[in-house]
């Protein structure tokens, strides 16, 4: 995939090929299986990316992703918990991971969520020599438990709410590279994904298997211009799959121009949780007021681990909660 970087006077553009892979399982050499006790959908070729596998245990802070370079070549990488990270993303909600291996090595950011029985990963390389790579992946354990309309709710409508993080391809804050030797040359110098923050708002009607929703409050942090706001995107509606799964298109709310595409799957009793994510490109809009009205062909994989409005898991963040009805 490409690489952008972004100063307050150049942009930068490169090429690369992305693999594609069904996340959250296992290929043992006699075809991919499924992990016992988990559920996983088809997710979208874009939306995987170079991911091909993640591995995440929250309780021992461990994650490791398998995933293709850019040689086509399928690798596992064991990542670093990394908390000083987690505010990039908001209140925290979203747990990161590193690595670089030496400070003339490309760096990685993952944010992960597990939330009651789902679970969401983005990984995004920092980039180097302009090319870049990443990916989505997210999963359901136990069965679907669909929410049942009835008398006081007809369509079976509820609303699943919190905050959103993606990775884009943009050069962001350089405050977990390994220092670089002094006289070093730019271009063999790595860089660092830039977080993409915001809040996410889905709608679910059950009665007519039915899925919409928007991002919104996006913000990406930069190097070059520090944080700047960008459009809204909006979740198109789509069908809920009987599994629980669903798959969709992205539009930008300055234009509803089609940006991209979006999936995810519901879990949980009574559907209590909810974990998707997405990826968009060419979306950053031309009115940030800023360089990057000028950018282009610029992407971004993020993700949404979310509680639905009412249940147990409903996020203290979801603030737009209070003004739904939960049934």
């Given amino acids: 995939m490409k ?9 930068l553009l490169a090429l690369s090929a992305c693999g594609d892979g069904n996340p959250f399982t296992t290929d043992t050499g006699g075809g991919t299986t499924t992990p016992p006790g988990s559920t996983t959908s088809d997710i979208p070729e874009n939306i995987a990316g170079s991911v091909a596998n993640v591995d995440f245990d929250p309780a021992a802070n461990t994650l490791s992703i398998t995933g293709l370079l850019r040689d086509g070549n399928v690798v596992t990488q064991t990542y670093n918990r990394n908390a000083a990270l987690d505010a ?10 590193t690595f670089q291996d030496d400070p003339l090595d490309e760096h990685t950011t993952v944010y992960v ?15 180097q020599f302009q090319f870049f790579s990443g ?11 669909p929410i049942v309309p009835d008398a006081a709710n007809d369509r079976g409508l509820v609303t699943y709410a919190g905050e959103y993080i993606g990775l884009s391809d943009l050069n962001g804050p350089d405050t977990d590279l390994l220092p670089v030797p002094g006289g070093t040359s730019p271009s063999i110098t790595p860089s660092q994904a830039a977080p993409v923050t915001g809040d996410v708002f889905i709608n679910v009607e059950f009665g007519s298997n039915n899925v ?17 706001a960008l459009p809204d995107l ?5 069908d809920l799959s009987t599994d629980g799964s669903f798959a969709g298109t992205v539009q930008q709310a300055e234009d509803q121009a089609g940006v991209g595409e979006y999936g995810g799957i519901i879990g949980g009793t009574d559907s209590d949780a909810l974990a998707g994510g997405l990826f968009a490109e060419e979306h950053f809009g031309s009115n ?7 950018v282009t062909d610029e992407e971004e994989y993020g993700i949404f681990v979310l509680g639905r409005c009412g249940s147990a898991l ?13 049934e």
């Fill in 3 to 11: 690489r952008i970087t972004m100063t307050a006077a150049a942009v």
């Fill in 88 to 97: 990039a993303a908001g209140s925290g909600v979203y747990q990161a991971y």
């Fill in 113 to 127: 969520r597990r939330l009651g029985d789902v679970e969401g990963a983005v990984a995004v390389t920092g980039g």
């Fill in 135 to 145: 990916g989505v992946a997210y999963k359901r354990d136990g069965g679907f438990d």
């Fill in 212 to 228: 919409a929703g928007t991002v919104y409050n996006r913000v990406i942090d930069t190097d070059a211009l520090g944080q700047v």
């Fill in 234 to 238: 909006i979740l198109v509606p789509t």
């Fill in 288 to 294: 940030t007021g800023t360089a990057l009205d000028s």
């Fill in 314 to 326: 409903q996020d203290a963040t979801a603030t737009d909660c209070a003004s739904v009805d939960p």
